[in-house]
Antibody
Framework: EVQLVESGGGLGQPGRSLRLSCVTS????????MHWVRQVPGKGLEWVSG????????AYADSVKGRFTISRDNAKRSLSLQMNSLRGEDTAFYYC????????????????WGQGILVTVSP | YELTQPPSVSVSPGQTARITCSGD??????AYWYQQKSGQAPVLVIY???KRPSGIPERFSGSSSGTMATLTISGAQVEDEADYFC???????????FGGGTKLTVL
């Protein structure tokens, strides 16, 4: 069974940093790209960032480019999101999501999701 | 790039629910559909426009015509009440976008 478990959320101050992690099990980690998707409570979904199986390709939404950094540790089967220069609009549930393929492609999709973790940015 | 969905759809149990998603790139790009029940993570219900993952009931189906993709739930059940989001990319494949979501009410 595929399992994705996020951690590291909580309260962050504007301008400061938080780091999210996602530990995975139940599938061959190096066969899949991975992503972060966020959701403001009660609102829609927003793709945040993605990383290919070997970290050779990374992509970011315009809203986080230059502030967030995605990374992965294949030995530990884990995915991370370093969130710097936090803003109020970054407040959301953050989901770790498994890609259908290994590379970041144009017809990929998210086939499994973690339960999400809440990040609140407030003074 | 935007994908447009109706905010809400309401049907009685046993009726057919249709949720639409419109986007300029859909004639060239697949649509994907996610179900999100209250307080839970999204679940993939349709991929590559019309394929159903294992474990998803046969009453869920997908189709596409021109700039519109449609998720159809034939014989909707009370347990199908959820928010449904379509997902796709722009023509270049670089913009990964979700629709705004449709709240399905079955009562």
């Amino acid at each position: 069974e595929v399992q994705l478990v996020e951690s590291g959320g909580g309260l962050g101050q504007p301008g400061r940093s938080l780091r999210l992690s996602c530990v995975t099990s139940g599938f061959t980690f190096t066969d899949h790209a991975m992503h972060w998707v966020r959701q403001v409570p009660g609102k829609g979904l927003e793709w945040v960032s993605g990383i290919s199986w070997n970290s050779g390709s990374k992509a970011y939404a315009d809203s986080v480019k230059g502030r967030f950094t995605i990374s992965r540790d294949n030995a530990k089967r884990s995915l991370s999101l370093q969130m710097n220069s936090l803003r109020g609009e970054d407040t959301a549930f953050y989901y770790c999501a498994k890609d259908s393929w290994a590379e970041l492609g144009t017809e990929n999709f998210f086939d499994s999701w973690g339960q999400g973790i809440l990040v609140t940015v407030s003074p | 790039y935007e994908l447009t969905q109706p905010p809400s759809v309401s049907v009685s149990p046993g009726q057919t629910a249709r949720i639409t998603c419109s986007g300029d790139a859909l004639p060239k790009k697949y649509a994907y559909w996610y179900q999100q029940k209250s307080g839970q993570a999204p679940v993939l219900v349709i991929y590559e426009e019309s394929k159903r993952p294992s474990g998803i009931p046969e009453r869920f189906s997908g189709s596409s015509s021109g700039t519109m993709a449609t998720l159809t739930i034939s014989g909707a059940q009370v347990e199908d009440e959820a928010d449904y989001f379509c997902y796709s990319t722009d023509r270049s494949g670089t913009k990964r976008v979700f629709g705004g979501g449709t709240k399905l009410t079955v009562l």
